[in-house]
């Protein structure tokens, strides 16, 4: 709720009613939102990277497919 409350704000949307509304957290839940957003973060890039792997991969496999295709083998057994 303490993230919905400042999200509303932020963009200046309706005020959040005040029985549901959260202005602060103790130190240990914000050092538990820092955690996750690290985590949020991390998770982000290592796909970013997974896909671009997989990305490179599947265009250096289609590549020498191309190749094969193009240049017929001389000797074949």
Do not use: C, H
Not at 27 to 48: A, S
């Amino acid at each position: 709720m303490y993230i919905t409350t400042r999200t509303y704000r932020k963009w200046g949307k309706n005020e959040m009613p005040g029985d549901i509304a959260v202005d602060s957290i103790s130190d240990y839940q914000m050092g538990e939102l820092n955690r996750l957003k690290e985590w949020l973060y991390r998770k982000r890039t290592q796909v970013r990277a997974e896909r671009s792997r997989a990305e490179r991969r599947q265009k250096r496999k289609e590549e020498v497919e191309k190749r094969k295709a193009e240049q017929p083998a001389l000797f074949e057994f």
